[in-house]
């Protein structure tokens, strides 16, 4: 049960969202990516919720730069600074992308996770950002809560619940 004291921060698509303990951090991820950043020494942590890995008209990113991970991504690390934190202090933690279009004859419908998924790892290693916990891919939607008290995230998938505990 939540204390009623600690505030929930909803992170919706094409949004990312921080803040720090006792804060939790919560999102629903289908073909969509949630890439979590958490500091565990100043338990503070921001989590994006990204739709496309990229903008394929090169028009759309202007006015919704969140919704595309090769730019929403930047856009996390700044939320991470602007919270007070550096690299190194923080890691990556990745969900969704799960095929959400079976049986659609697009191609393009059937790999928009697993291409969010791949340009978001890309994107971590350029940066030197340790993915430290995944759970992607599969054909199951995911709510994903970061409890930024310590890190551990709430992972709701196919009728099941686990904790994550994995923050260093």
């Known amino acids: 049960m939540l204390n009623k004291d600690i505030k929930i921060i909803n992170v919706g698509i094409a949004d990312l969202q921080g803040g720090q ?9 289908g073909s ?15 989590m ?15 006015k919704n730069p969140l919704k595309y991970a090769d730019t929403a991504l930047p856009e996390l ?3 991470m600074e602007e919270l007070g934190c550096s690299k190194g202090e923080y890691h990556a933690r990745l969900f969704g992308g799960a095929s959400m279009f079976k049986g ?7 790999n928009i996770g697993e291409l969010n998924v791949s340009v978001a ?3 971590l290693a350029k ?3 340790n993915l430290l916990v995944e759970d992607v891919a599969g ?18 998938k196919g009728g099941f619940e686990k904790y994550l505990y994995k923050v260093r």
């Open 21 to 29: 303990s006792p804060s939790v951090i919560r999102t629903t991820l």
């Open 32 to 46: 969509c990516i949630g890439v979590v950043l958490y500091a565990p020494d100043k338990k503070v942590g921001a």
């Open 48 to 62: 994006a919720h990204i739709m496309l890995s990229k903008d394929p008209t090169g028009k759309d990113v202007v």
């Open 77 to 79: 690390i700044k939320k």
């Open 104 to 110: 659609m004859s697009s191609s393009f419908l059937q």
């Open 121 to 123: 790892k890309e994107f």
């Open 127 to 129: 940066e030197n950002i």
């Open 139 to 156: 054909h199951e939607g995911r709510t994903i809560s970061l409890y930024l008290e310590d890190g551990r995230i709430l992972l709701k």
